[in-house]
C-alpha cells in the first residue's frame, strides 16, 4: 500500500505538472474574450480586483489539486502501468455518474435529470457568474472546445451548475452561459442541493466575508468534469486543460 500510494502521489504530480506546462498552448482568443469580458463588466464597488485574484484564483488551484489527488488515490493498482490515449484523466472507475438532484435548468425554469442529457456527452463545471477569473476563462475554453467539434457540437452539453445561488437567478444563469455557447444551460439549486452534488464530485466551494456593499468571492476548486453518453463519469480536466485537447476527448467519446 505506501508503493501504490507513492506511485500515484506521482501520477498525480506529474498530471499537475503537464498541464502545467502546456498552459502556453491555451488558446489566445479564449484569453482575449474573457479579458474583453472584464474590461467591459462593470467594476463591483468597494472590491479590489487584486483581493480577488489572490481569493478566487489560487485557492482554486489548490482545490483543484486536492479533489484530483483524492480521485487518483481510489484508482486500482492495475491501471498505473497502462497507458492511456485521452488527453485529461480518466476516472472512470471512481467517478460517480451524472447526477443533478433536481437542480433548475435556466433555460426551461424546470428540474434538469440526467435522463433528460441522455444521448449527449456532458460536460459539468461548478462556478458562479460574479467569479472574477476561472469561471470566464473555463466557460471560454470549454465553449471553443465544442465549436470546434463543427457539426457534431449538438452532441454535446456544457453543464455550468452554480456555487452561488443567493447571485446566480435563472435569468442571469441564462445570459450568461448563452453569452458563452449555445450547448451550455446553466442550472441553480437550493444550498442543500448544491452541498449534495459537491460533496459527490469532490468539489469544494466555501464564501468570502461580505463587505460593505454585500459583495463577496466563492472559493472553489476548477475541475471539469466529462460524462458520456449514457451519464457515465469518465473523465476529469481542469481550467488548465487547453481546448484542443478537451475537443480530442469529447470525440473519442462521442463515437463510442
Not at 5 to 12: E, G, P, Q, T, Y
Not at 32 to 58: F, H, L, V
Not at 123 to 148: E, I, K, Q
Request: hydrophobic share 40%; net charge positive; charged share 20%.
Amino acid at each position: 500500500m505506501p508503493d501504490l500510494r507513492a506511485r500515484l502521489l506521482l501520477a498525480c504530480r506529474a498530471h499537475r505538472a503537464r498541464l502545467e506546462n502546456e498552459q502556453s498552448l491555451l488558446s489566445r482568443d479564449a484569453v482575449a474574450t474573457m479579458q474583453s469580458r472584464n474590461r467591459t463588466a462593470p467594476p463591483d464597488p468597494g472590491i479590489d480586483p487584486t483581493m480577488n485574484d489572490r481569493i478566487c484564483k489560487r485557492p482554486a488551484r489548490r482545490l483543484l489539486g486536492a479533489a484530483l489527488l483524492t480521485l487518483l488515490l481510489a484508482l486500482p493498482l492495475g491501471g498505473c502501468g497502462k497507458k492511456l490515449h485521452w488527453d485529461m484523466s480518466n476516472v472512470s472507475s471512481v467517478l460517480a455518474n451524472l447526477h443533478l438532484f433536481g437542480m433548475i435548468s435556466a433555460d426551461t425554469g424546470r428540474p434538469l435529470h440526467a435522463s433528460d442529457l441522455r444521448g449527449k456527452v456532458v460536460v459539468a463545471y461548478f462556478g458562479y457568474t460574479h467569479c472574477p477569473d476561472v469561471c470566464p476563462l473555463t466557460m471560454s475554453h470549454l465553449a471553443r472546445a465544442v465549436a470546434d467539434l463543427g457539426p457534431d457540437a449538438n452532441g454535446v452539453r456544457i453543464v455550468f451548475i452554480s456555487v452561488d445561488p443567493d447571485r446566480d437567478s435563472l435569468p442571469v444563469l441564462k445570459a450568461y452561459t448563452h453569452a458563452f455557447s449555445p450547448q451550455a444551460i446553466g442550472v441553480r439549486g437550493t444550498l442543500e442541493q448544491v452541498i449534495e452534488a459537491t460533496k459527490l464530485y469532490h468539489v469544494a466551494f466555501s464564501y468570502g466575508k461580505k463587505d460593505q456593499y454585500g459583495n463577496y468571492v466563492v472559493n472553489h476548486s476548477a475541475a471539469i468534469y466529462v460524462f458520456d453518453k449514457d451519464g457515465k463519469g469518465t473523465l476529469i480536466g481542469s481550467d488548465l486543460t487547453p481546448p484542443q485537447q478537451i475537443t480530442h476527448d469529447l470525440r473519442q467519446l462521442m463515437a463510442q
